[in-house]
Nanobody, 117 residues
Framework: QVQLVESGGGLVQPGGSLRLSCAAS????????MGWERQAPGKQRELVAR???????EYTGSVKGRFTISRDNAMNTIYLQMNSLKPEDTAVYYC???????????WGQGTQVIVSS
C-alpha cells in the first residue's frame, strides 16, 4: 500500500517559516518525479514546486526565492522549506509522486498551512 504522509503544517505569522515533510512508503521516491501542490479555499489546486528524478527543480512564480524543495532518496522523503510566508500562502499543501514511466501517480492527504497575524 502506497502512502505519502505530509507533516509540518500549522499556523505561522506573516514573514515566518515552516518546513513541510512528505514521507513515502510503498514506493521508492527515487523512481518518481516529486512535488508539492496546494489548494487555497475557493481556488483550484496549483503546483507549488517539483523536483524531477534527476534533480531538475521548478517553482511557481509566486514562491520563487522564498520556497525550496528538496528530496532525500535515502530517507524516502521530500521537503518544502517555506520562508517569508505571506497570507496568500495559506492553503492545504499536498505531496505528489508522479510516475516517470506512465504508471500510477500518488498524492498525500495534505497538511494545512495558515499564515495569519
Amino acid at each position: 500500500q502506497v502512502q505519502l504522509v505530509e507533516s509540518g503544517g500549522g499556523l505561522v505569522q506573516p514573514g515566518g517559516s515552516l518546513r513541510l515533510s512528505c514521507a513515502a512508503s510503498g514506493i521508492f521516491i527515487s523512481s518518481y518525479h516529486m512535488g508539492w501542490e496546494r489548494q487555497a479555499p475557493g481556488k483550484q489546486r496549483e503546483l507549488v514546486a517539483r523536483i524531477s528524478i534527476d534533480g531538475f527543480i521548478e517553482y511557481t512564480g509566486s514562491v520563487k526565492g522564498r520556497f525550496t524543495i528538496s528530496r532525500d532518496n535515502a530517507m524516502n522523503t521530500i521537503y518544502l522549506q517555506m520562508n517569508s510566508l505571506k497570507p496568500e500562502d495559506t492553503a492545504v499543501y499536498y505531496c505528489s509522486a508522479r510516475s516517470s514511466v506512465g504508471g500510477r501517480d500518488y498524492w498525500g492527504q495534505g497538511t494545512q498551512v495558515i499564515v495569519s497575524s
